[in-house]
């Protein structure tokens, strides 16, 4: 069965470092998510994807971070300049079409800024 | 206004039993979806459910059902037999408006299950 799969598992980096988390999602899918969930916590929305640019984006999601496809199977984000706070857990999700409703997870990326 | 409320703390359930865990949301729009996710102790999001505003009847897959109270704002999960693999956090989320590209997902604190042997 098609997964999202994500790479690193784990990422330490240090403050103020350029960070860039890759994520497969599944082949036929439209719809690219970003979320996060700082430990312990609720998982939090960043941005979705479509057509090769953003549609939503929330408040967490500031100049510091960014989206991209470069080819046809990748999406990554990138954080410019991390921060202790950012570090969280990152998945990503696909989702197959605007008819199809469930958003199927990646396994996550921990990323622990020191 | 919390979207999403998820108030138990901790649930505990004996092996092959059933168990309730409750989500209740907030929402203006009349079109939404909401959907449970399970995070085992290993961290990945594994989806189990889905329901639509619209749809009549409750969402079941498998074990799962929804019990789906829409006056009342509820969409509590109802997993059958309880199995040991079901010990793991347990998220309630929601998507308001209709399905588009702008889907993004509400979710809730999580509730933590443990099944007991």
């Known amino acids: 069965e098609p997964e999202v799969t994500q790479t690193p598992s784990h990422q330490v980096t240090q403050m103020g470092q350029e960070v860039i988390l890759r994520c497969v999602p599944i082949?036929?899918?439209?719809?690219f998510y970003w979320y996060r969930q700082i430990l312990g916590q609720k998982v939090e929305f960043l941005v979705s994807?479509?057509?090769?640019?953003?549609?939503?984006k929330s408040e967490i999601f500031d100049d510091q971070f960014s989206v991209e496809r470069p080819d046809g199977s990748n999406f990554t984000l990138k954080i410019r300049s991390t921060k202790l706070e950012d570090s969280a857990m990152y998945f990503c999700?696909?989702?197959?079409?605007?008819?199809?409703?469930?958003?199927?997870f990646g396994p996550g990326t921990r990323l622990t800024v020191l | 206004a919390q979207k999403i409320t998820q108030t138990q703390p901790g649930m505990f359930v004996q092996e092959k039993e059933a168990v309730t865990l409750d989500c209740t949301y907030d929402?203006?729009?009349?079109?939404?979806?909401l959907f449970w996710y399970k995070q085992p102790s290993s961290g990945e999001m594994i989806f189990l459910i889905y329901?639509?505003?619209?749809?009549?009847q409750n969402a079941t897959e498998g074990r799962y059902s929804l019990n789906f109270q829409k006056a009342r704002k509820s969409a509590n999960l109802v997993i059958s037999a309880s199995q040991l693999g079901d010990s793991a956090m347990y998220f309630c989320?929601?998507?308001?408006?209709?399905?588009?590209?702008?889907?993004?997902?509400?979710f809730g604190k999580g509730i933590t299950l443990s099944v007991r042997p």
């Open positions: 989320a929601m998507r308001e408006g209709r399905s588009g590209a702008n889907s993004k997902l509400t």
């Open positions: 929402t203006s729009d009349p079109s939404y979806g």
């Open positions: 082949s036929n899918h439209l719809y």
């Open positions: 999700a696909s989702r197959r079409g605007s008819s199809y409703n469930e958003q199927f």
């Open positions: 994807f479509y057509n090769n640019e953003i549609s939503e």
């Open positions: 329901q639509g505003s619209y749809d009549q």
